[in-house]
């Protein structure tokens, strides 16, 4: 389960930061001259360089160097802190133009822009997002996403459905990218190494016999992975998998065939 969360706070609160409503961004702190932007910058700074549990409105007020108590002047707490803090690196991401190329690069364009953003940002696959933040960031990255499924013969609901089936492989496999180096500065050894430690204390005890399959794939995605698992071969496999299964709705024709058979 997501430590964190989107959409937890308080909602018109969050929506107004969000747009940038006049009521919301009226507020000034005590002569700092500082705003939301800034507020949202130093906080997003510390969540890439320590992880989203070092982000607590007294950590990003010391790193702008003010009271705690004049955070709480632009931003009611950190709830609508991280819903701003993904807004705006939706809002940074790069959008690229993609029209007139085959379906199927035009996704693989979106999923390689959603890695970089996990690459960048890696407390942000941690986030539930099922109660997105619905800022200009998002709402943005949604309408980039969705022309690479504009004018496929989808309906609605399909490229709504086709685009979360995308970005859902992304941010898992963005995880088990992030689980690996979490693993590794954790045992101060890369893959290989744990692996070479570890495999003469298996051999002493793993009969072949009885497990023949899983000693020979083991051994041969072993060998050809110098692992068990590679997160980066995982992704590239998997992606054009999901391309695979999508191939079937999009190439298939029969929208309406489909979906009859859908449960």
Known sequence: ????????????RT????????????????ERGLDVE?????ATDLADREGLAAVT?????????V????LYTYIPGKAELLDLMLDSIYAHMPHTTTAGQPWRQRLIVIAEENRALFDAH?????????????????????????????????????????LTHLLSFVQASARAIADARAAQAHSAMDDEQWWAANAPLLARVLDERAYPLATR????????????????HAYHF????????????????????????TP
Request: proline fraction near 6%.
């Open 38 to 42: 800034a507020v949202v910058a130093a």
């Open 217 to 232: 794939v083991g051994s041969a995605a072993g060998a050809a992975h110098r692992s068990a698992h590679d997160p980066d």
């Open 122 to 162: 890696p407390w942000a696959v941690t986030v539930s997002t099922l109660r997105p933040p619905l800022g200009p960031g998002l709402i943005g990255k949604y309408e980039h996403e969705l022309s690479a499924l504009d004018e496929l013969g989808l309906d609605d609901v399909e490229m709504d459905d086709c």
């Open 238 to 261: 998997g992606l054009q998998r999901v391309l695979d299964g999508l191939a079937a709705l999009i190439d298939g024709g029969d929208g309406a065939h489909h979906r009859s058979r």
């Open 15 to 30: 929506l107004n930061l969000l747009w940038r409503s006049p009521a919301a961004v009226s507020r000034r702190g005590p």
């Open 1 to 12: 389960m997501a430590s964190e969360r989107s959409s937890a706070g308080d909602p018109a």
């Open 67 to 70: 009271g705690a108590m004049t």
């Open 57 to 65: 409105m007294r950590r990003v007020a010391d790193a702008l160097g």
